[in-house]
């Protein structure tokens, strides 16, 4: 039970957990096209260790995954169509499953690494194509025979009732034994059922029912199966009885000739039983053994199954997770919720600014006043006009649309859709709208990445958004670029302020190498939130921020409004000389517009004009010294409230960090960019 703010809330934990040493290893295995890989691909971490089975050129891959408290090792295994006369390359793959990073007794001779540098599955996941399930299931008969937990992932059940196939996965449960979850891997469906599955089947040490061979079979395999019943057998293999049997009466290779090298006394007494038993059935024994679990496949099938209309049970439901999910139209649906929140940035958000803080501004334009206390008084006002000016037009109507995205599921088939994409620059998908939420304000949507993401993933996020431009950042590059640049050169710093977050996603990734584990991301049932959850949630998220943020805007304006007071003009435009004038090439007036920015960005543009004396900035300014200032301001040092806000959410010291980064980006690439502009201009001169 975790006690917060007044409130209990009951959090209910399985027990025993599995974390820190005694994590849970968990093995995807299929047969080829079954879905395996888009899987792993779903939970994966943003960094994933490949390796090849020893002796083999077949790959697994592998990674860390968080399934609610529970932490897990994942291991993808090359795709096998069945466990008995494998070869080579697909035997290594079986070994893996029985005995992970240490061979049995009768392997212990051997020379070479084992299959795979850590510890046998706890538990094994077979994914299978749900239109093809009968030739799944055979498979399915013979991994129950190896003795782990076993969860059968019903893959692909949208295609299969495409084709009229509906499976009753309830009835294959209790035909199988384990627990069978339905699932669609490449659109999130069954997902987390299916890992939480997964650590419970270890959890409640459920394993498969004992698959019977038809009696004939174990009637004419009674010798063979009492010669096998031998202790020092047993021992030496390390593998279920049943199992073993299996092996031996399909003659299979590699148990056979192991049997050979160590028990060459009981190898021709084995030989001769199995072909006794061969002598009273119809065909070749590894055959009717093939044939029988053929038909124990499709005597599963049978009862599971029936055919029906292809589009039973579709409404709107399906239809808003083909939009929300599907791999191609996916997309576009998170771009229409992506387009949702910038209207709500450019419009509803501008709007609420021009009738609150705008007014605001206007009404105490007029006080000037030129006393010390008038001034600490005024700045005072200022500060508490810019938390208005933050917390009504941004943060609230922000964080109450993150909020109400959440509730109503949308915002978690967002984060799944476009999660491969943000892996490219180390980051889960969860952090997706809360970067589209720092186009309106960096405060909230840093607050909204703390919501979603920790440990690494949240201090990378928090500090990429700051990046994003904001809407009083992209307010002064509309008026300003748009004016002199055109079109091509607003677009133009948009475009770079994307490639700079995707170059430092990367570069950070190796500043913080620690990877966290893959996310098993729940797409929940749509949901109209009701108002109570929305304000409850809202006001949870944004209370602690005001706290903070409110005493570091109104200091921060004192401060730089006693600095003007005090005649400090001059003194802050000298020392900003060398950003100002020598790297930049700008007039040396604009060294207060760029300290006055920290304040509030929109105040850097009334600020533009008051020290160039005129609106008309191109008569001051030339294209290249707009473009280089518009890109310095817009990557350099996020204003105060943001700063105050990372300091919660990632604690002092990233906190200074994302200020020492900013003002370096700012310099790096607005000089790098000048450099190359003045090359232009003097190629055309």
Known sequence: MKKQAGQQFDLPISSPLFRGQQHLRIALVGMPNSGKSTLFQAVSATSIHTGELAGTNHTYDECPIQIGFDEARLVSLPSIQSLTNLPHQDMV????????????????????????????????????????????????????????PMVLALNMMDEARRKGIHINSKTLSEQLGIPVVPMVALMGHGISDLFTAAANAVREGEYPNPQRSSEHI????QPL??????????????????????QVAANDHYFMNEMGQH???????????????????????????????????????????????????????????????????????????????????????????????????????????????GVVARAVVDGLIGLVGIVIPYMIPLVLLLVWLEEAGIMQRVAFVVDRGFHKIGLHGGVALPFLLGMGCNVPAISGAAAVASGRDRIVASLLITFVPCSARSAIILAIGGKYLGGIGVF??????????AVLGRLLTRRYPETGPGQVIEIPNYAMPGLQ???????????????????????????????????????INTLFIPVTSWWLGLPVVLGVPILFGVLRKELSLLMIYQALGSFEIGTYLDWVQIMTFLIFLTFYVPCISTFAVMLKTIGRREAFFSIVLSVGVALVVSGVVRLLLEGVRWIQV
Do not use: N
Request: hydrophobic fraction near 45%; proline fraction near 6%.
């Open 93 to 148: 793959t079986l070994q893996y499953l029985l005995w992970g990073d240490q061979l049995p007794p009768v392997s212990a001779h051997e020379k070479g690494e084992p299959p795979a540098p850590f510890a046998p599955p706890d538990v094994i996941i077979q994914v299978v194509d749900a239109t093809a399930l009968e030739r799944h299931l055979e498979l399915t008969i013979e991994l129950s025979q190896i003795g782990k």
């Open 263 to 373: 028990f060459p006394e009981k190898l021709e007494s084995l030989i001769r039983l199995r072909a006794e038993a061969e002598q009273t059935l119809p065909r070749v024994l590894e055959e009717e053994l093939h044939a029988d679990r053929h038909h124990r496949a499709d005597t599963i099938f049978e009862k599971v199954t029936r055919l029906g209309p292809s589009y039973e049970g579709r409404g709107w439901r399906y239809w808003l997770d083909e939009l929300f999910l599907h791999p191609q139209w996916g997309l576009l649906g998170s771009l229409g919720v992506f387009a949702l929140v910038l209207f709500v940035v450019f419009e509803g958000s501008v709007y609420l600014d021009s009738i609150t803080a705008a007014k605001l501004i206007d009404l105490v334009s007029a006080w000037q006043p030129d006393t010390t206390g």
């Open 492 to 501: 133009a710093v948009f475009m770079l302020t994307m490639v700079v977050i």
């Open 533 to 571: 959850v929305l304000i409850s949630k809202t006001w949870m998220r944004t209370s602690d921020i005001l706290t903070i943020v409110t005493p570091l805007l109104v200091g921060g304006s004192i401060v730089l409004a006693l600095l003007s007071h005090v005649g400090a003009d001059d003194i």
């Open 225 to 246: 199966s009492k010669a096998l019943h031998d202790p020092e057998l047993q021992k030496a293999f390390c593998v279920p009885y049943s199992f073993l049997l299996i």
């Open 218 to 221: 174990v009637k004419a395999l």
